[in-house]
């Protein structure tokens, strides 16, 4: 038996989500195995390392040079460093020259209104991405939020199925004694979003839930 804390979910120290987000994103990736996967927004590697162990191929950009290493110690990832608005509509169009497609996308890099609808537009937009399971992280984030919001992806022709609270985020404390940047604010939260033509969404009551990010602490 593995003890909860020697799982390598559990156990991965730099991964930048909470660990009912990184249950929710291995169950996912488990079931998925795809086999190329996307990442936009690499880090220190913590989902990186976890989206290779059950991809065929990552591709993966930052637009710092320190998350090359962690791309370079893994034998199924390539980091692309630059801009991910420039490099990875590029890529995706390369990989479907070569008749390759994305099953899978974690989109976890700039965290602006303008970044991530750029992000989504260019996977949307790909003809690489046609049956792609794409999560979002810290859709509890206001810009991420509103951004994603304004794209209204539910209306996309691609799209057959929108969770924005696939696993909800958290609001913090509103607290005096923590810093303006944080407190009172909502942060992590992974949406998903499902791309399939042949995806049949069943009515399934969410449309009446609130988050509990969205409520008043
Ligand atoms: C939230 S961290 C990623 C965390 C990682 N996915 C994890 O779960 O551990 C965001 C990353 O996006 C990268 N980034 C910021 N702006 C970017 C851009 N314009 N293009 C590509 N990457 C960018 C940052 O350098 C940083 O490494």
Redesign the pocket.
Known sequence: MTRFHQTPVAAEA????QLGERFAFEGLLAQLRPRIAV??????????RRIATHAGHVHA????E??LQHAEALDNATLHL????V?LPRVLAELHARGEAVDFA?V????TYD?VQTDARALLAADACVATTIVF??TAHAEVRRGLEDLQLDEHPKVGLWLPDFVPGYRVRDDATLSEEIRGRAFNGLGLLVLDPDFRPQANGHEAFIPFAQLRP
Do not use: K, P, V
């Not at 950009?61 to 710092?64: A, M, S, Y």
């Not at 630059?82 to 608005?85: C, E, M, P, S």
């Open positions: 730099n991964w930048m989500m990442e936009i927004g690499t880090w220190e590697g913590g989902s990186l950009f930052d637009i710092d320190r998350a630059g801009d991910a608005a490099e974690l976890d890099g700039l965290h970044a992280h810290d």
